[in-house]
């Protein structure tokens, strides 16, 4: 899982100009079995949202993921992730937001520094809504959230989803890329789209590399209820050792995204459930009452991974596969699902030229558009973990006045207001923006 195991490389690069090349343990001779036009590893979010807008535009998509459907994914796992407003268009223009059985919207973020058990720090950030307009973004909780995009998919005609298997291996063919599935069924495809998440093994096998490291640091994971409401405010405190995010859920709950020094992480992870509650609502303070862990705890090791391409001949990669982030911010699935509408734009938009929807020209558009995103995204939430997740007294001074600055200043609190929110960066694809594809 960490940053260190995915440089192990062994591809050899493919061969564009149609000729058989060797990729990894790839073979030599291909029976190609059936064509579809964009052939998707992972169907997680990214991979089913690209699956879905480019299905519902026409395209044959086929999704290949390990995980088998079994039909008791309704289980609540206790993880809950903030959807931004341009991401929630996209669900809904796609049609899976009106599956979605019920989300939290944020009216508020109060960002506020401070240590465990004392009073939050007098300086702090407000990220209301401005005017009215959209809250700031949506609690979603992610099982909901993943079976209303399978739902949905299996909805679009021409849309194939492969479950319990995984490519083992691919080859160029004249025009396309062959891949043979752990079924023994071979797909070839003008375009392959690796959506694995972090340790994507096709962007290992197309020798891309990624840069990045592990933060130390674990993001630990639990839904409580609280006794007063939390009118749909987010609270997140920057405590030495990491951020405390209280995101609102429906009804009095809450879920914590408390990052904390591996080390600690470790302890806390071991402490039986009423010590575990009492370190909880140490971190909690007062202000919602008294809480109560509604389920055991789970934890993440966070790290920082960016991939330095996000495409090779004929493939590309999306979502985690493509770059990992701090969740301090709340973006990496919104990031992902970015992705998925640029690069559905990119792809869409060749066919309709009569371009070959594979070649590197949508490809190139693709990557020009989305690098940039996660990057700044990445060197955000960097800054923010270097400058919080320390307890040296000047830098505590430092990050007090700089949250007071911040809150001061209030077209850089916008701006960021509306990065996060991913209406700042550039010109976004028509999804984002709501608009048919
Ligand atoms: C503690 C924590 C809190 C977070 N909170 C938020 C938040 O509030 N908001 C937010 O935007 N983001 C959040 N994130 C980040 C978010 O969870 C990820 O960015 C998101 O899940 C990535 O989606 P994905 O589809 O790219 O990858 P994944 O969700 O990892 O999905 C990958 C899919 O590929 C499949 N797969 C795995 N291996 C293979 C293979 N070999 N072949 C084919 N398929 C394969 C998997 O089964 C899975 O279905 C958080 C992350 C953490 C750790």
């Not at 052939?39 to 535009?57: D, E, N, P, V």
């Not at 920057?238 to 600690?264: C, H, K, Q, Y």
């Not at 009569?354 to 558009?365: K, Q």
Request: net charge negative; aromatic share 6%; hydrophobic share 45%.
């Amino acid at each position: 899982m960490s940053s260190a195991c995915l440089n192990d490389r062994h591809a050899t690069g493919l061969d564009e100009t149609g000729g058989l090349a060797h990729i990894g343990r790839m073979t030599t001779t291909l029976e190609t079995g059936p064509e579809t036009e964009v052939l998707i590893s992972g169907g997680g979010f990214a991979g089913l949202a690209l699956a879905i807008a480019l299905g519902r535009a026409g395209l044959a998509v086929a999704v290949v993921e390990p995980a088998r459907a079994t039909g008791t994914e309704s289980a609540f796992d206790g993880r809950v992730s903030s959807i931004a407003p341009d991401v929630r268009r996209m669900l809904t223009g796609l049609g899976v937001w009106a599956r979605i059985p019920e989300s939290q919207s944020v009216s508020d973020i109060v960002v506020s520094g401070g240590t465990v058990g004392g009073a939050a720090s007098p300086f702090f950030l407000h990220f209301e809504r401005e005017d009215g307009g959209a809250p700031p973004f949506d609690m979603v909780e992610n099982r909901f959230l993943q079976a209303a995009l399978r739902a949905t998919a299996l909805d679009v005609p021409g849309l194939r989803l492969i479950d319990g298997a995984r490519i083992t291996e691919v080859a160029t063919i004249p025009g396309r890329i062959a891949a043979t599935l752990s079924t023994g069924e071979t797909i070839a495809a003008p375009l392959l789209v690796a959506a694995e998440g972090r340790d994507s093994p096709l962007r290992d096998r197309f020798g891309i590399k990624t840069a990045g490291w592990s933060y130390g640091q674990w993001g630990i994971v639990c839904t409580v209820a609280h006794e007063r409401p939390h009118e749909g405010v987010a609270q997140e405190y920057f405590l030495p050792s990491g951020s405390f995010a209280i995101l609102p859920m429906t009804g009095n709950r809450a879920s914590l995204v408390w990052t904390e020094r591996e080390d600690l992480a470790k302890a806390v992870m071991a402490l039986d459930a009423a010590d575990f509650a009492a370190e909880v609502a140490r971190r909690f303070t007062d202000y919602l009452g008294a809480v109560t862990p509604l389920a055991a705890p789970s934890a993440w090791p966070l790290a920082l991974q960016l991939a330095r391409d996000y495409i090779a001949p004929r493939f590309a990669l999306i979502g985690d596969a493509a770059h990992v982030v701090h969740p301090l911010a709340g973006q990496g699935l919104n990031l992902g699902l970015r992705d998925a509408a640029a690069l559905a734009e990119a792809v869409v938009d060749a066919g309709r030229l009569g371009l070959d929807i594979g070649g590197m020209a949508p490809l190139e558009a693709y990557q020009r558009r989305r690098r940039i995103d996660a990057t700044l995204m990445a060197g955000m939430t960097e800054g923010l973990n270097r400058l919080f997740s320390n307890d040296a007294a000047p830098l505590r001074a430092v990050r007090e006045a700089g949250l007071g600055l911040v809150n001061a200043v209030t077209p850089l609190r916008r701006f960021l207001a509306r990065a996060a929110g991913g209406t700042e960066l550039g010109e976004a694809p028509r999804l984002l923006k709501g608009e048919a594809l």
